[in-house]
C-alpha cells in the first residue's frame, strides 16, 4: 500500500472556539437578567389547570362507567369480556347517546343476533346514558392479535 506524502494531505481546519464567537448580549453568562423576565419561561404554563373533562370523553367518568359495563359483557364461548377480547372497536358518547362500534369473531357467532341486544341493554343501564346503539361491523376483521395482553394470558396465548 502507497502512503501518501504530508505534503498531499490538506490542512486541518483551526477548531472553532467559544470565544471566537460572537456572542449575543443577552445570552453570555456575565449578562444582567433582563428586567421583567423571570428565568422559568414555562412557569405560567405549568400553573394552568387542566380543562375539566366532560364525562363523554375518554379518561371522562361516563365513558369509563361505560367501559366498565362493557368489560361484565362475557362471550359465551371464551371466558373472557368482550372488551379485553378486542371485539370493542369504538366508543362514542355524545349528549348522553353512546355509540358502540364492534365486531365479533366471526360472522357465523352464533350470538350475533343477541349480543347486539344485550350491549345495549347494559350500556343504556348505565347512569348518564339515555340511549345506546350498537354498530356491528366486519371490517376489520377481527383476529387475535386485537386482544388484550390479559385476555391473551387467560386462554394461555403469553
Known amino acids: ?3 501518501p506524502d504530508a505534503t498531499e494531505l490538506p490542512a486541518k481546519p ?3 472556539r467559544l470565544d471566537d464567537a460572537e456572542v449575543r448580549a443577552d445570552m453570555r ?4 437578567e433582563p428586567a421583567g423576565r423571570e428565568k422559568d419561561y414555562l ?3 405549568l400553573a394552568q389547570k387542566p380543562a375539566p373533562l366532560s364525562g363523554e370523553e375518554p379518561g371522562g367518568e361516563l365513558y369509563e362507567a361505560v367501559i366498565d359495563a362493557l368489560k361484565d359483557i362475557y362471550d359465551p364461548e371464551i ?9 370493542v372497536y369504538n366508543v362514542e358518547i355524545a349528549s348522553a347517546h353512546a355509540v358502540v362500534t364492534m365486531t365479533l369473531t366471526t360472522p357465523n357467532c352464533p350470538v350475533a343476533e343477541s349480543m347486539p341486544g344485550e350491549i345495549e341493554m347494559r350500556v343504556g343501564a348505565v347512569p348518564g346514558v339515555a340511549s345506546a346503539e350498537v354498530n356491528l361491523v366486519w371490517e376489520p376483521a377481527w383476529d387475535p392479535q386485537k ?3 390479559e385476555a391473551k394470558l387467560e386462554l394461555g396465548m403469553l
Request: aromatic residues 8%; without cysteine; glycine residues 8%.
Open 1 to 3: 500500500m502507497v502512503e
Open 14 to 16: 483551526a477548531r472553532p
Open 147 to 149: 386482544m388484550s395482553d
Open 29 to 32: 453568562a456575565d449578562a444582567a
Open 43 to 45: 412557569e405560567g404554563f
Open 79 to 87: 371466558p373472557v369480556n368482550i372488551y379485553d377480547l378486542g371485539l
